[in-house]
DNA sequence: TTTCCTATTTGCTCCAGGACAAAGAACGGC
DNA sequence: GCCGTTCTTTGTCCTGGAGCAAATAGGAAA
């Protein structure tokens, strides 16, 4: 059993951004310094403020990325999935967590310590290399829906967070393509920048338009191409 | 006069983050293999889309960035000023600029092409750890300013831009604090996620409470902590 | 100085979407 | 099955700030 968990997280980090090009002895070398973690949905791995001692790979799961304003408005960073890292800071010398990340589905992550981490660095110049170009890249992500935040209606945001998830997280069902871990009003709402009221009253619309069907946290596409006309803010 | 130049350069390399650590020799190394390249304000040192050939560290001026989306919104990514990178996609694999930068004020550079980059980054190591670091430290940033975006009003933006603004080209006068560089309404709003319009309408609030003082492209903040308070949301 | 161009201000209108309230609906636990 | 909790929906109200138009003001160039 214990074995087996090892087996599947050796196939997922075999196949991790971070841990491409590495030959199967550095893979084992990385696997054996590694902590392994399980929360829950729910729990959570770490919270905003916390000493960032650690960064995660996911193995198995979902992972809310979230953050808080002192007058408490949460906004969702991401949503992070198999083979991605989250709580990264400790890679680029931060102190603390600047988030918090919890498990949405029961989640299964590796974990290495700070020290661990440069070491890894040091020792295989490749995983540094791969974090600078992750780390590029979720950059050019925030920019982006930065952007789209700041000159794009609600309507059009809440089609592309979808669109996005359809991507990362979506799964064929004979209604479509369904959002497979749970997903609320709320969520959506914190992932694109506005109230639960609001997404609901889209979501409604879009349903009776037949270009999805949502139940609780729970929303399947029907129409996928439809929904990317409605982030793409084409006509049809 | 040209000997006059590369020492100034040097001065600020000798500064800059990203070679921190770094003994003279390895210094001139970099030095010796990068390109000189000097704009006056209103010209552009790449254009979004462009081909990502090089990566920039600002010696002298300010540079703007700025993202278009395709439907001819602008926003302001940031203003880069001495001793900073722009353009760093060449760093981690981007091939296409994801955003224009412009000089602002009379600017000179210094740029390495993507295998010379590739080079200095293994040479020295701790040129990569650097970069992983400011990488890092921007993508907080970002997220930061994305959060504040989806919670917080318009005037709390601007002022929250303005106190950054301060802290990053502030240059005490007798009235006050000025921005060292031109900025006009219209840059400031792309700033912040709002219009020229509502930007001009803060700024004459202000003006009428004696917390700023501004002209053309110019504004001096008379009253800072009183800045920093409307930043932060506070009641006096 | 005059002219032209660009930046700024200000008035007015209007609506997307935030805020609150209250009534369902779905689920998990007992 | 029943109950309490958590989500979701929908109605109503209302305002922040976008959008447009037009007047004004600063600078640069000639």
Chains 1, 2 share one sequence.
């Not at 102190?95 to 029961?106: D, G, I, L």
């Not at 979506?170 to 369904?178: F, N």
């Amino acid at each position: 059993m214990r074995v087996l968990e090892r087996n599947s997280e050796r196939q997922v980090l075999r196949v991790a951004p971070l841990f491409q090009g590495l030959n199967e002895e550095a893979l084992e070398n990385c696997i054996a310094l590694a902590l392994r973690v399980e929360k829950t949905p729910g729990e959570m791995f770490f919270q905003q403020g916390d000493q960032a001692r650690r960064f995660f790979l996911l193995c198995r799961g979902r992972v809310k990325v979230t953050q808080i304003t002192p007058e408490g408005h949460q906004v969702v960073a991401r949503y992070a999935g198999q083979g991605q890292m989250f709580g990264c800071v400790p890679m680029y010398g931060g102190k603390e967590y600047p988030a918090t990340a919890t498990a949405v589905t029961r989640s299964t992550a590796l974990a290495w310590d700070r020290p661990t981490t440069d070491r890894l660095m040091e020792q295989y110049p490749r995983v540094a290399i791969s974090a600078l170009q992750l780390l590029g890249d979720e950059l050019a992500e925030v920019r982006l829906r930065y952007q789209e935040l700041a000159t794009e209606r609600v309507e059009q945001r809440v089609a592309r967070a979808l669109v996005r998830l359809v991507r990362q997280a979506g799964k064929k069902v004979d209604a479509g393509v369904l959002i497979e871990f749970p997903l609320s009003r709320q969520d959506l709402a914190e992932l694109t920048g506005t109230t639960l009221y609001t997404v609901s009253r889209i979501l409604s619309s879009w349903e009776e338009q037949g270009v999805i069907q949502s139940g609780r946290r729970r929303i399947v596409i029907r129409t996928p191409h439809r929904l990317v006309s409605l982030a793409e803010d084409l006509l049809p």
